[in-house]
């Protein structure tokens, strides 16, 4: 069994997208029947996203990420044409037809997840090494900057992976009662008064959600211009603009966002904007991505061959 997960907000190249399902435990979808491709087509809501399918290898030999061939195609019209001689990366426009383009593209992805791994793959648990009653647990994570880890039915397998012999480790629960706070330990989940003194487990999560507000903006030479981007972790990520490589010098920042203003545009300032959620998570740095390209209004609308 298979579930699909689809990130509206992250269109990025197809080997990022290979990379990015593989850290979710999964694939990039390879939709290799028609009913597959159709309930694919529907879970876009119409992006145009990378399906897991290529030449990569010898021209027009099309294989699928796991190596093998295609058995049935759902090729648009006129594809694949391997345009300029550069498209060896296969992509669902959005009427559920392929398209060959070029790799270096950004589009939306959808992965195939089996249903028994686990769902927030971007979490890291560290246990206490002393005891403490709830709210006091609560407190000692956010002091480093991490949350109460948050057990959810997709990963309380995981975090009992970590937790040592009988011992019962607080636990967020968002279901929790007033008179009982939840534990968990090798035997599963529990109820338990709240004012125990307990180990407990805090959570670490790289950055994920990076939201931008506006995604590809048409911009008047000479006008202002601000937008905002965010992204979601614990600690909260450091978010920061750049631009070809430099971090862009006029960015207003705050905890977990950071809004770029252009004032006065001109033609240096069109160009593709980074915005990078970074956090550091038990020592490790983990950064996160997305592109926003500033355009002026003359410019002719690409087209996708
Ligand atoms: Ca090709
Ligand atoms: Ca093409």
Known sequence: ????????????????????????NGELVMPKYQSLNAAVATLTRGDSIWI??????AEDSYEWLDGSRLEWADWDSKQPDDARGQEDCVMMVDNGYWNDDTCGDHFGYVCQIPIAAPVRAFSHYVVSSEVATYSQARQMCEQTGYRLARSSFGNA???RGIVVGTQRYWVEDEDRGDDFCYTVSVDGTATEKCDQRLSYVCEGVEPHDIH???DDPVVEEASHFEIDCSASGSPAPDVTWFLKGAEVPNQIKASGQSTLVLNGVTKADYGVYECHGTNVVEGVTYSKKRYSVVQGPSEDEENRE
């Open 1 to 24: 069994m298979l579930r699909y997960y689809n990130d509206h907000d992250d269109w990025i190249v197809q080997s990022g997208a290979i990379a990015r399902c593989m850290q979710l």
């Open 52 to 57: 897991g399918m290529g030449d990569w290898g």
């Open 212 to 214: 931008v507000a506006a």
């Open 157 to 159: 397998d995981e975090i």
